[in-house]
């Protein structure tokens, strides 16, 4: 089949009046953002309330469908062959052919929806339907008409051109990344903080990452990983600049100084302190984690309260009440899974207690970082100031 076009169909709940602008302009940027890199010269245009994509001479189909399913605001992409308008005879015609061409198999039901742009075509939708509808039925003797659920429901839409299409592939639905800010992901090599980020990035947000790393004791390569989640949840949420903290002085005199059983919450107080400076620093207006309640120490219902202890700006955590499956299987399904379990160290996991407590005391936490006064502020200031900054597209 050849097509000229892709309509593209979202969601409009939620988007009347002068946001549906907002929308549908983030949506196009968006999708001119996703097409860049695939071969093809695309133009992108709204047009009575629709989004249409069509192209000059060769593209690469399968590569734009698959840059097209990671734009977030997208519901559907129907692929549309576009015919010259040439009377309802040759109508006809066109529209046992495009079914004849994209239905082999004829042993289906089927339903015409037509939409005329001028009032002044010959005949109303209703007559459309029914007219084309016999046309198909004429021709090929075996297809049936069920006008509730079709298997087929072919969209015949006549403006000066006349637009057939009747397929419709699903997009990642959401809202179109930029209509609702930005947020500061603390990324690390797991399974769960890409999909966190995937899940707010959906709601529209664009997303700006921190990752900490532990050198010697944490590898180039688990850095690497890190980078390559990020390009991965980038394809999504479009670039992201990831800072990459250098953690290790912080952890060592953690180590030294705090009982054991703590480092872990403690740490993890020093990593959203360093997350929401960056955070402030470039108008993120929020942090995002991967932690979901109970599924390691660090994350009980006490744990989440001591490490929110230290943040002042909100932190969502999309994945709070999910179970780890659940957490899998979007993490296969956006394609970071592969990567999440490549086995690398985390720089958590090298400076784990034996039994971390499970139940820590926000103001015991406090007392014990006390401890930390003489040189915490210093090492925190070096950290931030030796941040590796890299731009992820
Ligand atoms: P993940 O699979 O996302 O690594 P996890 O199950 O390993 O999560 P933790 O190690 O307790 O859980 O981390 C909880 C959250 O804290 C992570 O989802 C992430 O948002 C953040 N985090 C943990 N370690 C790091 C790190 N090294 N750099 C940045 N963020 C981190
Ligand atoms: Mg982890």
Redesign the pocket.
Known sequence: MTYQAFLIKYGEIGIKGKNRYLFEDALVRQIKYALKDVEGSFHVRKSQGRIYIDWNGYYDYEDAISALKCVFGIVGICPVVQVEQKGFEELKKDVVAYMDAAYPDKNITFKVESRRQKKTYPKNSMEINRDLGEAILEAFPEIRVDVHHPDVLLNVEVRDEVYLYSEVIPGPGGMPVGTNGKAM??????????V?GYMISKRGVGLEA????APPYTSERAKQK?VDLAKLVAKYSGPITLNIVN?TDIQLYIYDECPHDEL?IIM?RY?MRI?EHFAKESGCLGL?????IG??A??TMQSLMATNDVCTIPVYRPLIGFDKQEIVEISEKINTYET?IQPYE????IFVAKHPVTKPNVNVIRRSEEKLTEKIDELVKTAIETTERIVIE
Do not use: K, N, W
């Not at 921190?210 to 790393?213: A, E, P």
């Not at 995002?288 to 979901?292: L, P």
């Open positions: 992901l603390l990324l690390s090599g797991g399974i769960d903080s890409p966190a921190t990752y900490f790393h890190v953690f872990t993890r990593m997350a995002i984690t991967g932690e979901s599924q390691v660090s994350q999440s985390d720089c958590c996991t």
